[in-house]
């Protein structure tokens, strides 16, 4: 089974940075494709940014271009998502999910919260 254990949440002002981690125990990690998502209060959960297997193709939502980047280390079966220029809209539980083969497996969530 795979297990996804994220980490690197917390409470941060307007326009700081954090650094999301998300460590896979799957030795084949390398095949999955990893996906970030976040779930706000009273919102559906919706899709952040994804990095793709093999040539590590990274996408993002319109409202993180520019502001957070998404990169993986194969050799530690991690995903990251660095976030800078955080907005308090930016709050949210924030999920990591592999993929492979039409099936999806999900991190416990991590909580990201914008505030003064």
């Known amino acids: 089974q795979v297990r996804l254990v994220e980490s690197g949440g917390g409470l941060v002002q307007p326009g700081g940075s954090l650094r999301l981690s998300c460590a896979a125990s799957?030795?084949?990690?390398?095949?999955?494709?990893m996906r970030w998502y976040r779930q706000a209060p009273g919102k559906e959960r919706e899709l952040v940014a994804s990095i793709s297997s093999g040539l590590k193709i990274t996408t993002y939502a319109e409202f993180v271009k520019g502001r957070f980047t998404v990169s993986r280390d194969n050799d530690k079966n991690t995903v990251y998502l660095q976030m800078n220029s955080l907005k308090p809209e930016d709050t949210a539980v924030y999920y990591c999910c592999a993929v492979r083969s039409n099936r999806y497996y999900w991190g416990q969530g991590t909580q990201v919260t914008v505030s003064s």
């Open positions: 799957e030795f084949t990690f390398s095949s999955y494709a």
